[in-house]
C-alpha cells in the first residue's frame, strides 16, 4: 500500500499541497481528480521523491521510500523523457540497460497492441503514438505501483480509447494505480478510488463502488457536487 500521511509542499512561499493524506493499493486504480495546478503533479513527484516534500510522510509497504524502492514503483511523466532523436527501439533498450525490471515480453506486446513499429524515431510519432510510447515504457517495468500524469493528456479520442481498453484487458494486473486527470469519461468504469484535489487540499475521497450502490452516484455526479455546489 502506498500511504500518504500529512504531506505538505511549498515552492518558496507558496504553499501548493496541504495536509494531504490519502491510501492507495495494489490491485486498485486511484485517481487523483483535479483542475489544471491544484497540486496533481506536485503529489506524484513526491510519491516518487523526485520533489521534496516540506512535511509529511509517504510509505511503500510501510517503508520510506529508498533506493530499491525504484523496483516497485515507476512514475510515468505527462511527456516522454527520451530524446526525440530516439527511436523506440532504442529507447526501449536504454530502459532495458537501466532497470533490472523491465519486461522484454510485456515491451513486446504492448508494442503489438498499439501497433508502433520499433524503428520509428520517436521525432516522427504523432502525439498519441508518443503518449502511447511513454505508456509502453512505464508499463515494461514489473513493478508493484504504476503512477502516471495525465496519460490522456492533448491525444484524440482514439488514442485515448485505445489506451482506455489497454487498462481494462489486464495489463495492469493487481498492480496497483495512481493516476491524474481532469477529465475522466475515458477510465471512468476503471476508477476504484477517487481523491478530489482542490488548490492543494483533499475536497473529498471515496470509493466509486460503494459510491454507486450506497448513493447511485458516478464520479461525475459527485465532481458535480463538489466543485459546482
Ligand atoms: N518547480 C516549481 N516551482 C514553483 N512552482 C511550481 C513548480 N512546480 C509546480 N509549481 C506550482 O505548483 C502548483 C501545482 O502544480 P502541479 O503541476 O503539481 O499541478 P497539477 O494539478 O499537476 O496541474 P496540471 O494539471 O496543469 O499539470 C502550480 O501553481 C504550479 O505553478
Redesign the pocket.
Known amino acids: 500500500m502506498i500511504e500518504v500521511k500529512n504531506v505538505s509542499k511549498k ?2 512561499r ?1 504553499k ?1 499541497l496541504h495536509d494531504v493524506s490519502f491510501t492507495a493499493h495494489p490491485g486498485e486504480m486511484t485517481c487523483l481528480i ?1 483542475i ?8 506524484l513527484k513526491i510519491i516518487t521523491n523526485l520533489t521534496p516534500k516540506s512535511s509529511g510522510t509517504v510509505t511503500i509497504d510501510g517503508q520510506p521510500l529508498q533506493a530499491k524502492s525504484y523496483e516497485v514503483i515507476t512514475f510515468i511523466p ?1 511527456a516522454i523523457p527520451m530524446p526525440p532523436s530516439m527511436t523506440i527501439d532504442q529507447a526501449i533498450t536504454f530502459m532495458r540497460d537501466f532497470y533490472k525490471s523491465w519486461n522484454d515480453t510485456r515491451a513486446n506486446e504492448l508494442l503489438s497492441f498499439f501497433k508502433l513499429d520499433r524503428r520509428t524515431k520517436i521525432s516522427d510519432l504523432s502525439k498519441g503514438n508518443t503518449a502511447k510510447v511513454n505508456l509502453l515504457l512505464g508499463l515494461s517495468l514489473d513493478v508493484k505501483y504504476i503512477l502516471m500524469d ?1 496519460p490522456f493528456s492533448g491525444i484524440d479520442i482514439f488514442s485515448r480509447e485505445q489506451i482506455s481498453n489497454l487498462f481494462s484487458s489486464g495489463f495492469l494486473e493487481d498492480r496497483g494505480v495512481i493516476i ?1 486527470t ?1 477529465e475522466i469519461k475515458d477510465i471512468e468504469h476503471l476508477i476504484d478510488k477517487v481523491i478530489f484535489l482542490d488548490d492543494g487540499r483533499v475536497l473529498k475521497t471515496f470509493d466509486t463502488e460503494e459510491m454507486r450502490i450506497s448513493e447511485g452516484k458516478s464520479i461525475e455526479d459527485v465532481m458535480r457536487e463538489v466543485y459546482l455546489p
Open positions: 515552492y518558496g507558496k501548493v483535479g489544471n495546478g491544484v497540486g496533481k503533479t506536485t503529489m505527462d495525465e491524474t481532469h
